[in-house]
């Protein structure tokens, strides 16, 4: 376990993290759900409006990728801001607790293998137990024992996850220095916002507070996690420079492509995808298994596991999903390499992904070759036609879930 390290060091277990979870939605009453239909359309107006900012009239919502001399890596940027991330990050969700056991040293020795691979970018959140305390121990021994080559591409990206209260700049100005204090650095590289309560409207204050943060140097790129694409339209036209959102995306999860890479298209921000290998499920090790029977296949014995179990219930059961794993199979194998390999690699070339996620059990189990592999991979047309026909056999999940991130506010 991770001793503590001055007053900083926070442990949060899973039970705390639903607790404040269930907290912040307490806090919001009269909650209903979204209408889908309500959601407001791109009028040609809207559109006109976004295609002239992306010739230039208005440069301070324009984005851009740009991919940096290998399909590796890639440049998030908006005006005079601009990050380089690898485009397979490591989440560090599964330090918080659920995955198993985590030793301190054993992860961080796990991390600076990864960035020795050249897996550099690492994505955490305020609430994901110690991972920003393991972020703040692994850069300085980066610091002290790699080149400053390897030190210039580590990237850390950490997400900002506030209850539903007032947004005054002092309270964002605090909750960002306890991020940067926890990963040891003056400036974050990225600070992705989450908010849970889309009829209390803070969250553009918040985003202004965090914009003059930007402009003091305290963070690089001010960006968004689970935002849904009203609300994304709503603060970039609010003049709020995000360079990317950051959501749920897999070959079963298609809601992203289905209505905000439109708006994606029109402004250039950047998708950066989690659950794109659905905690595991998307790999041989669930191929050819019947979990309608108790006990008779692999447990789902981790919490990303039994989320996205959820999300295949939704999408077209497990028969279906078998139908998807057996078609991935067949594609891995004619390009030598693994389901989840192949799974990654389609969503990285949906359109408006500038990334994607895969979680990393620090110290307990490692997957560099199958990461790495995803880079050489290219997907051709008979792979494309052979994924999608199944795919689309699956349920509409804009239609039942709602747009990105809706998932998580439901009651």
Known sequence: MINSRSNILVWRTLEQIHKMRAIAMAAITQRSFLNLTALKSFTAETRTRYERRKLGANSSVKCSQTLEGSAQSVTVSNGKDSLVICRV?????????????????????????????????????????????????????????????????????????????????????????????????????????????YSNSGYLDALKHLTDLKEEGKIKTVALTNFDTERLQIILENDIPVVSNQVQHSIVDMRPQQKMAELCKLTGVKLITYGTVMGGLLSEKFLDTNLTIPFAGPPLNTPSLQKYKRMVDAWGGWSLFQVLLQTLKRVASKHGVSIPTVAVKYILDQPAVAGSMIGV???????????????????????????????????????????????????
Not at 143 to 164: A, D, F, H, M, S
Not at 367 to 393: C, G, M
Request: with cysteine; charged share 30%.
């Open 89 to 197: 990050l490591n989440g560090m969700w599964q330090t918080s607790g659920g995955w198993g056991r985590i030793d301190r040293d054993d992860a961080v020795e796990a991390m600076l293998r990864y960035a020795d691979a050249g897996l550099s970018t690492f994505d955490m959140a305020d609430h994901y137990g110690p991972a920003e305390d393991l972020y703040g121990i692994f850069i300085n021994r980066v610091r002290r024992e790699r080149p400053p080559e390897l030190l210039e591409n580590i990237r850390g990206l950490t997400k900002w996850v506030p209850p539903p209260v007032k947004m005054t700049s002092s309270y964002v100005r605090e909750s960002i220095n306890i991020s940067r204090k926890r990963m040891d650095v003056s400036s974050l590289d990225m600070l992705q916002f989450h908010w849970w309560d």
């Open 361 to 411: 059990r620090l110290g307990l189990s490692e997957h560099l070759q199958d990461t790495n592999a995803i880079f050489s991979l290219a997907l051709d047309e008979e792979d494309i036609n052979s994924i999608e026909e199944v795919s689309k056999k699956g349920k509409n999940l804009l239609k039942i879930i709602g747009d990105c991130g809706d998932e998580y506010r439901r009651a």
